[in-house]
């Protein structure tokens, strides 16, 4: 006689957690292309083919902005005279950064770089579907991970595209100045 099986339940990853995810990471990414493109063609728009040992040092630092986002603004504050620490959105900015290395970097759990911020996520109990929410942040790091529902994710994407907008502003601003 043939045993049923049970139906499996669980096993799968949550679908709609992963394109969350995928969603503030990509985000992010272009967020980061997006300030760097932006002071590139404000700032470094030259033609230095006549010079081509400054085209070498301008070309490598603009490539080290790939993966430095304090060497971005720190270029900001040295060719634009912006300091983007300065912007209003600049909080929601660092908590999409944090977000998105917890994601990326934790296995989407919490960190303290994450907790630091001033609009980090804290679980309610019903994120925890009835449970008790763990007590304090040192409970959280490295131990659970952060709900990212569909309002967090897009939240954060529309913070990132409102920082994006006052970076523009910024950079038109000064230049007209």
């Known amino acids: 006689m043939r045993q049923r099986r049970a139906p499996r339940r669980g096993g799968f990853a949550d679908f709609g957690r992963t394109i969350r995810v995928a969603a503030v990471v990509f985000a992010w990414a272009i967020f980061q292309d997006y300030l760097a493109h932006e002071?590139?063609?404000?700032y470094l728009s030259f033609n230095l083919s006549q010079y081509p040992a400054l085209a070498v040092l301008v070309d490598e630092d603009v490539r080290s902005w790939d993966r430095r986002f304090e060497q971005i603004k720190k270029r900001y504050k040295d060719f634009a005279g912006i300091a983007l620490s300065k912007l209003p959105s600049w909080p929601q900015v660092l908590h999409a950064q944090q977000l998105r290395h917890a994601l990326v970097h934790n296995q989407g759990q919490y960190t303290k770089a994450y907790l630091d911020t001033d609009l980090a996520y804290r679980p309610t109990e019903d994120d925890h579907y009835g449970f008790m929410a763990p007590g304090g942040d040192a409970a959280l790091i490295d131990h659970e991970?952060?709900?990212?529902?569909?309002e967090l994710a897009d939240s954060v994407l529309a913070q990132l595209l409102t920082a994006a907008t006052e970076v523009r502003d910024a950079v038109d601003k000064a230049r007209s100045d």
């Open 145 to 150: 991970v952060i709900p990212l529902s569909l």
């Open 39 to 42: 002071l590139k063609r404000s």
